[in-house]
């Protein structure tokens, strides 16, 4: 990789003060994950804004700043903090932007957007009992590495996918970071974020708050937000509860985790025409079924096309589900999810529209509030008692077992324009699979047009295939 693509840039945080592109400082990232930490980190800081470092109180371990507590984990967030350290599940999420811009612009955006979402400045910490917290530290900006060149954009996909590669350490914040390909004309900013902190909506919400801020609007700070558990209220019943998919068929084929060398996935991409997604969005509604639902049927019957290991056998899919609406909530940048495993039988049914409509129904239930209380006691029950990385995998690889994980975060819900910029397309979020033969198909729609970005650590692609499939579903 070079130099160039390599360099992490960091700007005074001082508030109320902004900069220009002649004030940043880039420096070559000496560590092979692309990251600085504690040392390294705060004199680099100290360096370019000595007055937002001074004063700093440290902490008994090296390298870390005074923290505040903001508040412990729920239940979700603290689940993904334990299987991610047993393998990363952090995510990402681009947008092109067409438009002039300049590092300083977006070295301000961040700034701004930071101060705006408390999570984007926290670290996870435990009070030595094994008990994790979300800790913001405001002497932590989001690092951004910036790829300038005349082709840059051209490139996202492979800037992705080394993203993915590189985990994070929860007790180092913030646990966002970004690459920025910057062109005279155009840029795509790449958001990559630790899953106790966010989902992809939350940072759809974020690439718009960013755009906000260049195009020069205000940006106001928003409220920490309880854990679902306060929301839902819930409380602890004493004994493990044990947590299992509702209406979901035990297992036949248990998850079996990817070798841990295996750190690098393949991501592709494919733009439907707006066209073809106008025809698909009115196809569904005729057939009194969704987008969502064909692209559940589209992807099934793609795997059993495309791997030969899964011709005769059920495909299971996993379809994250946004609690905003069902918990009336906003655009908050938190983990606001739930998730449904639906089981689709080979030979039951494989006319397309039926598989569409079945999957849906198979969602429904765990589209309620009903739906989401129960899921999320579940789970609160499970982590209140107590587990550890071990167990938490476990219960990851029985409860959560799929083949094909279909994360939709559907139509952006806010306009493309921001003054002289217009968001011209946004893919992902792109997760890198925890078990093997899994591949995780991210869907957003942007001006119109449904974008699927493929991550997999598998040759065999399913994109192409499905993309024939919506086509003549289409056409019949």
């Avoid at 040392?39 to 390298?63: C, H, K, M, N, Y």
């Avoid at 929860?170 to 899953?195: G, W, Y």
């Avoid at 309620?368 to 006691?377: D, F, H, K, P």
């Amino acid at each position: 990789m070079s130099q160039t693509s390599n360099a992490l840039t960091v700007l005074s945080r001082v508030p109320g003060k902004r900069v220009s592109d002649e004030q940043a400082i880039p420096f070559a990232v000496p560590s092979a994950d692309g990251l600085l930490s504690g040392d390294q980190f705060l004199g680099r800081l100290s360096q370019v804004a000595p007055t937002a470092v001074e004063g700093i109180t440290r902490l008994d371990r090296p390298g870390v700043t005074a923290a505040r507590v903001l508040r412990p984990l729920g239940s979700y967030e603290e689940f993904f903090w334990l299987i991610d350290k047993n393998r990363p599940v952090h995510f990402a999420l681009a947008a092109k932007v067409q438009g002039a811009t300049t590092f300083g612009q977006w070295r301000n955006a961040f700034d701004l957007v930071q101060r705006r979402h408390p999570l984007l400045s926290v670290s996870i910490e435990t009070n030595g009992n094994s008990r994790p917290y979300f800790c913001r530290n405001i002497a932590a900006p989001i690092p951004l590495r910036v790829i300038q060149a005349n082709d840059a954009t051209l490139r996202w996909k492979l800037e992705m996918e080394v993203e993915l590669s590189i985990p994070f350490d929860p007790e180092d914040a913030p646990l966002v970071r970004a690459a920025l390909l910057l062109e005279p004309n155009q840029a795509v900013v790449i958001l990559v974020a630790h899953h106790s902190i966010a989902d992809g909506r939350s940072i759809a919400f974020v690439i718009r708050d960013l755009l906000r801020a260049l195009s020069g609007e205000d940006i106001d700070v928003l409220p920490l937000l309880p854990s679902h558990e306060e929301i839902l209220r819930l409380t602890r019943i004493n004994g493990i509860q044990p947590l299992q998919q509702s209406n979901a068929p035990t297992p036949v084929r248990p998850a079996t985790y990817i070798r841990k060398e295996q750190s690098r996935p393949r991501i592709k991409g494919v733009r439907l025409s707006s066209a073809l997604t106008s025809m698909l969005r009115e196809r569904a509604r005729r057939e009194k079924t969704t987008v969502h639902g064909a692209l559940f049927a589209a992807f099934a019957l793609a795997a059993w096309q495309n791997s030969p290991y899964l011709n005769d056998a059920s495909i299971r899919i996993c379809s994250p589900i946004d609690t905003r609406k069902l918990l009336g909530l906003g655009e908050d940048c938190a983990v606001l999810i739930d998730a449904k495993i639906v089981t689709i039988e080979p030979g039951r049914s494989n006319n397309f529209w039926n598989i569409a409509r079945e999957s849906i129904s198979g969602l429904a239930g765990a589209r309620t509030l009903q739906g989401v209380t129960a899921s999320r006691n579940a789970l609160y029950q499970v982590t209140k008692n107590g587990i550890d990385v071990t167990t938490a995998a476990a219960i990851c690889a029985q409860a959560f077992a799929h083949e094909i994980m279909l994360t939709n975060i559907g139509e952006l819900p806010y306009g493309m324009e921001f003054g002289q910029l217009r968001l011209e397309t946004a893919w992902g979020p792109a997760v890198s699979a925890r078990f093997e033969g899994v591949t995780t198909i991210g869907v957003a729609t942007a001006n119109g047009a449904l974008c699927l970005l493929e991550t997999s650590f598998s040759t065999c692609s399913l994109l192409k295939t499905a993309e024939q499939i919506l086509v003549s579903a289409c056409s019949v």
